[in-house]
């Protein structure tokens, strides 16, 4: 008995420690074919603003990001970033250092932009940590890429495919860490809030958007707010497309401003003999000059102008109307954008805005030269951007 009781206690450890062991090995497996990217992106941004002091900045941002590969349907990411100053810190960076001089929003610092386990399952996936959400156009959440240190969500995110010709999108987020970094006050604003974005392709005609954005803000309060909205993005033909968007918000969370105030934007884009032309109309509205539709989670730069004189909207609104023109040159892409800006409550002429970007590639770096003029009525002063920057992943 004693002669068959070893090997059959060896073959019941044995038996048992086999699917742990296969299970680690499969992880390190995972781990190990993972991919490593190195993005790096330098940047020279010069502002000239008559109510201030002009400065310039000359940064570099350095991106390390890891990708596991997959085990059993789940896989890890891990993303760091670091933004240094190459040159003195002589402006304001958005942290409160050097106020009077105009403000370049890339302060120095490393952090982790993002960390988050994922897990598969066919059309759907799931993900808990530190994350970029990127919905639709933007307008309402994004990730502010344009700034050297991204805007990024702490929470939890289902995305999913399952359904045919419909994509469903739901995030709960308890941070937003914002670009202006964790070693300042405001650099993360606490939230218990949901994100819900819903997208059916099944239309010859476009496609059509329904969203939910329940803001709230526990460090902003002010900023806390519930949105409801709409958008159809039209196809024509080859030639022509069109977006129409309409949006209800209203306060939440202890925001301690009542409101209510709509967004509305409808804008047309045709490609023309080599010309890609868009012309639009985007609107947030004012509730009689009380308060305004807020974007808070938005790139911002993106929208009303490239000089940031919109980033958070007057209480009396704002009217954008907007055009521009592209085209490739040779090598280069051009783009020549317009705004004409004003109030939504009362007649006030905000001012205008014409901004000329030009981008190109030189082998595995891209290179961009941008710059933006706006002209102030009633709103704000003369300010001009002009940034050169290039970039390249490995």
Same mark, same amino acid.
């Given at each position: 008995?004693?002669?068959?009781?070893? !090997?059959?206690?060896?073959?019941?450890?044995?038996?048992? /420690?086999?699917?742990?062991?296969?299970?680690?090995?499969?992880?390190?497996?995972?781990?190990?074919?993972?991919?490593?990217?190195?993005?790096?992106?330098?940047?020279?941004?010069?502002?000239?603003? #008559? #109510?201030?002091?002009?400065?310039?900045?000359? +940064?570099?941002?350095?991106?390390?990001?890891?990708?596991?590969?997959?085990?059993?349907?789940?896989?890890?990411?891990?993303?760091?970033?670091?933004?240094?100053?190459?040159?003195?810190?002589?402006?304001?960076?958005?942290?409160?250092?050097?106020?009077?001089?105009?403000?370049?929003?890339?302060?120095? $610092?490393?952090?982790?932009?993002?960390?988050?386990?994922?897990?598969?399952?066919?059309?759907?996936?799931?993900?808990?940590?530190?994350?970029?959400?990127?919905?639709?156009?933007?307008?309402?959440?994004?990730?502010?890429?344009?700034?050297?240190?991204?805007?990024?969500?702490?929470?939890?995110?289902?995305? /999913?495919?399952?359904?045919?010709?419909?994509?469903?999108?739901?995030?709960?987020?308890?941070?937003?860490?914002?670009?202006?970094?964790? /070693?300042?006050?405001?650099?993360?604003?606490?939230?218990?809030?949901?994100?819900?974005?819903?997208?059916? +392709?099944?239309?010859?005609?476009?496609?059509?958007?329904?969203?939910?954005?329940?803001?709230?803000?526990?460090?902003?309060?002010?900023?806390?707010?519930? +949105?409801?909205?709409?958008?159809?993005?039209?196809?024509?033909?080859?030639?022509?497309?069109?977006?129409?968007?309409?949006?209800?918000?209203?306060?939440? @969370?202890?925001?301690?401003?009542?409101? /209510?105030?709509?967004?509305?934007?409808?804008?047309?884009?045709?490609?023309?003999?080599?010309?890609?032309?868009?012309?639009?109309?985007?609107?947030?509205?004012?509730?009689?000059?009380?308060?305004?539709?807020?974007?808070?989670?938005?790139?911002?730069?993106?929208?009303?102008?490239?000089?940031?004189?919109?980033?958070?909207? !007057?209480?009396?609104?704002?009217?954008?109307?907007?055009?521009?023109?592209?085209?490739?040159?040779?090598?280069?892409?051009?783009?020549?954008?317009?705004?004409?800006?004003?109030?939504?409550?009362?007649?006030?002429?905000?001012?205008?805005?014409?901004?000329?970007?030009?981008? +190109?590639?030189? $082998?595995?770096? @891209?290179?961009?030269?941008?710059?933006?003029?706006?002209?102030?009525?009633?709103?704000?002063?003369?300010?001009?951007?002009?940034?050169?920057?290039?970039?390249?992943?490995?």
């Amino acid at each position: 008995m004693h002669r068959m009781t070893y !090997p059959l206690s060896a073959s019941l450890a044995l038996c048992l /420690s086999a699917p742990a062991a296969v299970a680690q090995n499969g992880i390190v497996e995972a781990l190990q074919s993972g991919e490593t990217q190195l993005h790096l992106r330098t940047r020279f941004e010069d502002v000239d603003q #008559d #109510d201030v002091e002009g400065a310039s900045a000359f +940064t570099q941002k350095t991106r390390l990001t890891y990708a596991s590969g997959r085990y059993e349907g789940f896989n890890l990411l891990l993303e760091m970033d670091d933004t240094t100053a190459i040159t003195d810190v002589d402006y304001n960076d958005g942290t409160g250092i050097n106020p009077g001089t105009a403000v370049i929003a890339d302060p120095e $610092g490393t952090e982790i932009n993002q960390s988050y386990l994922a897990y598969q399952a066919g059309a759907t996936q799931v993900k808990y940590g530190r994350q970029r959400i990127l919905l639709d156009n933007q307008r309402f959440v994004g990730g502010v890429g344009w700034r050297q240190n991204e805007q990024t969500y702490d929470g939890f995110s289902v995305s /999913s495919k399952a359904v045919d010709q419909f994509e469903l999108f739901y995030a709960y987020v308890h941070n937003v860490n914002r670009i202006f970094g964790e /070693s300042v006050a405001g650099g993360d604003h606490k939230h218990q809030s949901h994100l819900l974005n819903g997208k059916y +392709t099944g239309l010859n005609a476009g496609t059509l958007v329904a969203y939910a954005y329940l803001l709230d803000n526990e460090t902003a309060p002010g900023l806390a707010s519930d +949105t409801l909205g709409l958008r159809w993005q039209g196809t024509v033909n080859e030639t022509f497309s069109y977006n129409l968007e309409y949006a209800a918000q209203s306060e939440a @969370g202890d925001n301690p401003t009542d409101y /209510s105030a709509s967004y509305l934007m409808a804008e047309g884009l045709a490609k023309v003999e080599g010309f890609n032309l868009k012309l639009g109309y985007e609107v947030l509205g004012s509730d009689d000059g009380a308060a305004a539709f807020a974007t808070p989670l938005a790139t911002l730069h993106a929208f009303q102008g490239w000089t940031d004189k919109f980033l958070a909207t !007057p209480a009396t609104g704002v009217e954008d109307m907007y055009f521009s023109v592209g085209r490739p040159v040779g090598p280069v892409n051009l783009t020549l954008v317009y705004h004409d800006l004003s109030a939504n409550e009362g007649d006030a002429d905000y001012g205008s805005e014409l901004g000329l970007v030009a981008g +190109t590639k030189v $082998g595995p770096v @891209g290179l961009t030269l941008k710059y933006a003029d706006y002209s102030a009525d009633e709103f704000a002063t003369d300010t001009r951007k002009l940034w050169l920057m290039a970039a390249t992943t490995f």
